[in-house]
């Protein structure tokens, strides 16, 4: 009997690993393989508040060991030479235009980064790794540090993923210093966990929301009672993890607002771990819950981004500009490409012109690679074609939207790899500009979509969609993008230079069903004087 049991789990153990195998997409990588010489990827810009801690992780790649040096750095700053890691807190407002500079034995590479501090943070949409759609509620923190680890293995880190945020499942009850919630047996020690974080340059996130109850039946941020006690919790109607059984309760009554709120509590708890993003989840988001957390993170004097979720509403659009630094526009997102086309040809297109440094639309965490582990399901190969998952991508750049990859990072392949690690792609996102990209109405439509976003040298990417389910010529004219005289056409998948072309001649290209091609078009908006008929400009 024993010997039939060890079988059936062998070939249990076998099936699982077939189906979780990573489907073999080398034939589709458009992204060629990195230099080993130095380059200095990311973001040109950071924003952080006088007096705050400071942490900026300089993403570069090339062969290691990398030395990096920075001239210009303001007062109160400095520079981890070995690892690339910016630290410290600056006490003067001001713009500091930065040199900072990377070699290797076979070279090196310098960049010029401004950093603002003032007012505003997430300058540039930000980026990294969230829990849920691999772990779910499952999530423990050796799970968060392998995560950090991966990063760095993979190379990611290199390219500006610099966020690992756990989503819902680390919450215990209320206690401590504050009467907050802190965290479950999974999570022994939170400062600790934030501080390993920080010593890799890596930003430190976390997962809350104003119901007495989250989505996945932990604690919120609020309460029906003073003290901080739930019914739930004193009655021992949760697990050993303080999560309640939701499929024995009515969900509509407990995912309410309570009569207090400890916003500032948890806020100050977090602001103690080092926490450096939250993730606040509710729906449908309202003026006062936004405005209380927001309140209540400011006077931690901490920079922590603040990111709502989900679903917003077009009319919160004034609230969500002043007191958020990301929201949700649309519900969770799913491996498919109608849900993936639904958030961002249909949800994305309704906030065109609410995006800029500080403020972005989130069009949720990307579907790539390993997924599937939310609501306790088993984690799968994402189901977008190769094709379906560039769109995904090419969209998310476009549309300014943070990019937070959800899959498990130790499973990760190299199609998807070679997705999360071109340093042009990425730049349409990070631009300093800030600008999203909008919907082009010139053109035929039943089958094509071009979007457009000017970059902040003025530069325009281009990005072309077949939204068919057939292979089709899809196309533009330069002009009828607002564009002048000859331009330079760069496809940024391939990092390659395609040709030139006239203002008023149709650019061609054949796309597979649901494909795309992303182009920057160059010099793009110029400022030059422009003499002659309008129609023979060239």
Same mark, same amino acid.
């Given at each position: 009997m024993k010997r039939i049991i060890t079988a059936f789990t062998l070939l249990l153990f076998c099936i699982i690993s077939v189906a979780q195998q990573a489907p073999d997409y080398s034939e589709f990588i458009l992204t060629p393989k990195a230099p080993d010489t130095p380059r200095i990827n990311g973001p040109k810009i950071y924003g952080a508040r006088p007096g705050a801690d400071f942490l900026y992780r300089i993403p570069a790649s090339g062969t290691r060991p990398l030395s990096f040096s920075a001239k210009g750095l303001p007062a109160g700053l400095k520079l981890d030479a070995a690892k690339g890691i910016i630290s410290g807190k600056v006490r003067r407002n001001g713009v500091y235009k930065v040199q900072i500079s990377v070699s290797n034995a076979l070279g090196s590479d310098t960049r010029e980064l401004c950093i603002e501090i003032g007012e505003r943070i997430a300058l540039t949409p930000p980026m990294g790794w969230n829990s849920w759609n691999c772990w779910g509620d499952r999530v423990t923190a050796e799970n968060i540090l392998n995560a950090a680890r991966a990063l760095e293995r993979s190379g990611l880190a290199d390219y500006g993923w610099n966020y690992v945020n756990i989503d819902d499942g680390w919450q215990g009850r209320r206690g401590g210093k504050y009467n907050a919630i802190q965290p479950n047996a999974k999570f022994p020690d939170m400062k600790a966990l934030?501080?390993?974080?920080? $010593?890799?340059?890596?930003?430190?996130?976390?997962?809350?929301?104003?119901?007495?109850?989250?989505?996945?039946?932990?604690?919120?941020?609020?309460?029906?009672?003073?003290?901080?006690?739930?019914?739930?919790?004193?009655?021992?109607?949760?697990?050993?993890?303080?999560?309640?059984?939701?499929?024995?309760?009515?969900?509509?009554?407990?995912?309410?607002?309570?009569?207090?709120?400890?916003?500032?509590?948890?806020?100050?708890?977090?602001?103690?771990?080092?926490?450096?993003?939250?993730?606040?989840?509710?729906?449908?988001?309202?003026?006062?819950?936004?405005?209380?957390?927001?309140?209540?993170?400011?006077?931690?004097?901490?920079?922590?981004?603040?990111?709502?979720?989900?679903?917003?509403?077009?009319?919160?659009?004034?609230?969500?500009?002043?007191?958020?630094?990301?929201?949700?526009?649309?519900?969770?997102?799913?491996?498919?490409?109608?849900?993936?086309?639904?958030?961002?040809?249909?949800?994305?297109?309704?906030?065109?012109?609410?995006?800029?440094?500080?403020?972005?639309?989130?069009?949720?965490?990307?579907?790539?690679?390993?997924?599937?582990?939310?609501?306790?399901?088993?984690?799968?190969?994402?189901?977008?074609?190769?094709?379906?998952?560039?769109?995904?991508?090419?969209?998310?750049?476009?549309?300014?939207?943070?990019?937070?990859?959800?899959?498990?990072?130790?499973?990760?392949?190299?199609?998807?790899?070679?997705?999360?690690?071109?340093?042009?792609?990425?730049?349409?996102?990070?631009? $300093?500009?800030?600008?999203?990209?909008?919907?082009?109405?010139?053109?035929?439509?039943?089958?094509?979509?071009?979007?457009?976003?000017?970059?902040?040298?003025?530069?325009?990417?281009?990005?072309?969609?077949?939204?068919?389910?057939?292979?089709?010529?899809?196309?533009?004219?330069?002009?009828?993008?607002?564009?002048?005289?000859?331009?330079?056409?760069?496809?940024?998948?391939r990092q390659k230079d395609m040709g030139k072309v006239q203002d008023k001649q149709r650019w061609e290209v054949k796309l597979p069903p649901h494909g795309c091609a992303l182009y920057r078009l160059s010099p793009g908006v110029t400022e030059r004087k422009m003499e002659g008929k309008w129609w023979e400009i060239q």
């Open positions: 934030g501080d390993s974080l920080h $010593a890799r340059g890596f930003k430190f996130g976390i997962y809350s929301g104003p119901w007495v109850i989250t989505y996945a039946g932990h604690i919120g941020s609020s309460c029906d009672n003073l003290d901080g006690t739930y019914w739930w919790v004193e009655e021992g109607s949760v697990n050993e993890n303080y999560r309640i059984d939701l499929k024995k309760y009515d969900k509509g009554e407990l995912c309410a607002f309570g009569k207090y709120s400890f916003a500032g509590a948890d806020a100050r708890q977090w602001a103690d771990w080092g926490v450096d993003y939250l993730k606040y989840d509710w729906f449908l988001n309202d003026v006062w819950w936004l405005k209380d957390m927001r309140e209540a993170l400011d006077a931690t004097g901490r920079d922590i981004v603040y990111s709502v979720s989900n679903a917003t509403r077009v009319c919160l659009a004034p609230d969500m500009v002043k007191y958020a630094n990301c929201w949700r526009t649309a519900g969770d997102i799913q491996d498919t490409w109608g849900s993936v086309s639904n958030i961002a040809f249909d949800r994305g297109s309704a906030w065109t012109g609410y995006a800029g440094p500080g403020r972005w639309p989130d069009a949720d965490m990307m579907v790539l690679g390993q997924v599937g582990g939310w609501e306790g399901g088993t984690p799968h190969w994402t189901r977008l074609t190769p094709w379906e998952q560039y769109s995904h991508v090419t969209l998310w750049a476009m549309l300014a939207s943070p990019l937070l990859i959800g899959c498990d990072l130790d499973a990760i392949d190299d199609f998807t790899l070679s997705l999360l690690t071109n340093p042009e792609v990425l730049e349409v996102n990070q631009d $300093a500009l800030g600008m999203m990209g909008v919907r082009n109405v010139f053109g035929p439509s039943k089958h094509q979509t071009v979007y457009v976003k000017r970059l902040e040298d003025g530069t325009l990417a281009v990005a072309l969609f077949n939204i068919s389910g057939e292979e089709k010529t899809v196309s533009f004219v330069p002009r009828d993008l607002g564009l002048l005289g000859v331009q330079t056409i760069r496809d940024l998948w």
